[in-house]
């Protein structure tokens, strides 16, 4: 074999087999008949085998030729897959999002929004896992998940916040709960009320509720306790008392027909999207947290805050 064949020559040759002549093969590609014919002339020596003869003024491609311009189409659909699959993966149509959360969001809000969010993409595999915030920050900066959505403030460590939010705890009592008359939940309503603490005691969360009791002198009939939210609204539905819960959980059991209401003073509830800090958002992770924002923010009145932010709430 000679010199290494091109892409022109491999063109030239192209085009020649799906019109026929060279005549109408340099007319294709805008160029004279001399430049096609040495294009051709270039490959046959690269190759070391004829692609064409003539017969009666005409062109006839050789037995070689004809087997040649079966690779040779392989090698240009190929090449038009890879340009589909990036114009896919530009359009964001195509890829993979391993998308981890706390349970509180996997079981929540994330599944709709993930529902949404494949709607016109069923060339991105996407998947859906739980995990206790220590361990879904572990597996997000070994990249088992490509990106996580965590409660904050949290330890971050290996991993960085890609965007925060802010909203607002709130109490959810029973149906019919006198609760309901009410347009906010203060502080004070929880004094002698059967009530559900919710959270590990060493959480921020848990201790700065811890002192706002105190701080009001209010003393809440605290029954059993809850590790989180979801076990939470299952005993407050088994009528053993009211909750703090995020707006979240708060708008699913509003949903059942439970009370929900805002409480006073404000709370903090704070989450954001998490990232290997080894690497910058991809296009279709940006791409799922606009479509989070866009469908969740406005409803839930989460605000966006700086990433910083969030560690100091």
Known sequence: MGRPMNSKQLTAFRAIMQQGSMTDAARQLGVSQPAISRLVRDLEQSLGFRLFERRNSRLYATPGGRAFYREVER??????????????????KSGQLRLGAAPLFATTVLPQVLARFSLGRDEVALSLGAEPTPELLQRVAAQTYDLGLAELPAETGAVRIAAAWRSELCCIAPAGHRFAGLDRVRVEDLDREPYIPVGSADS??????????????????????????????????????????????????????GVARPFAPALPFCLGFVLPDIRET????????????AQVCTELALQPIEPEDASRV
Do not use: N, T
Request: glycine letters at 10%; aromatic letters at 8%.
């Open 282 to 293: 991809g296009a279709l992770e940006q791409a799922f947290i606009d479509s989070f924002e």
């Open 204 to 257: 921020p969360g848990y201790q700065r509720l811890e002192r706002l009791l105190r701080d009001h002198l209010v003393r809440p009939d605290e029954r059993a306790g809850a590790d989180q939210c979801g076990v939470a609204m299952a005993l407050v539905r088994a009528g053993m008392g009211v909750a703090l819960v995020d707006p979240f959980s708060a708008r699913q059991w509003s949903a059942e027909g």
């Open 75 to 92: 090698h240009y659909c190929g090449l038009e897959r890879l340009g589909r699959s990036a114009d896919r993966i530009r359009m964001m």
